[in-house]
C-alpha cells in the first residue's frame, strides 16, 4: 500500500514539474498521470498525486514572492498581482491530497 501511495507521490511530483517548466506538455502528462492512477481502484495513490501538486504549487508560489522580494530590495522593480488564488489552490491540493490519502488508507485493503 505505501509503495502504491509513493509512486503516487513520484507521479504527481514529476507532473507538476514537467507543468511548471512548459505548461502544454504539461497539461499531456497531468493526463497520462490521470489515465495512469485512474486504473487503480486505490484512492491513496490518487491523493498522493494531489498532495504532491500542492507541494509543488506552494513551494513555487513562495519561490516567486522571494524572488519579487528579492528585487525589490536590491533596489529593482518587481510588481507582482495578487497571490491569494496561487495560495488557495496550493492549499485545496493539500487538503483534497491528505483527505483522499487518509481515506484510502483507512478503506483499501491489499
Not at 490521470?34 to 519561490?63: C, D, E, I, N, S
Not at 536590491?74 to 491528505?98: E, H, K, V, Y
Request: net charge positive.
Amino acid at each position: 500500500m505505501a509503495g502504491r501511495w509513493l509512486l503516487g507521490l513520484a507521479v504527481g511530483a514529476a507532473a507538476t514539474w514537467v507543468f511548471a517548466v512548459a505548461p502544454f506538455p504539461g497539461v499531456l502528462v497531468y493526463v497520462a498521470a490521470g489515465l495512469l492512477l485512474a486504473r487503480t481502484r486505490r484512492v491513496a495513490p490518487r491523493g498522493a498525486a494531489l498532495f504532491a501538486t500542492g507541494v509543488w504549487f506552494a513551494y513555487l508560489a513562495y519561490r516567486t514572492i522571494a524572488s519579487c522580494d528579492a528585487i525589490n530590495a536590491s533596489g529593482g522593480i518587481c510588481q507582482m498581482g495578487d497571490t491569494t488564488f496561487q495560495t488557495f489552490a496550493a492549499l485545496a491540493f493539500l487538503a483534497a491530497g491528505t483527505l483522499l490519502s487518509v481515506y484510502g488508507f483507512a478503506t483499501d485493503r491489499p
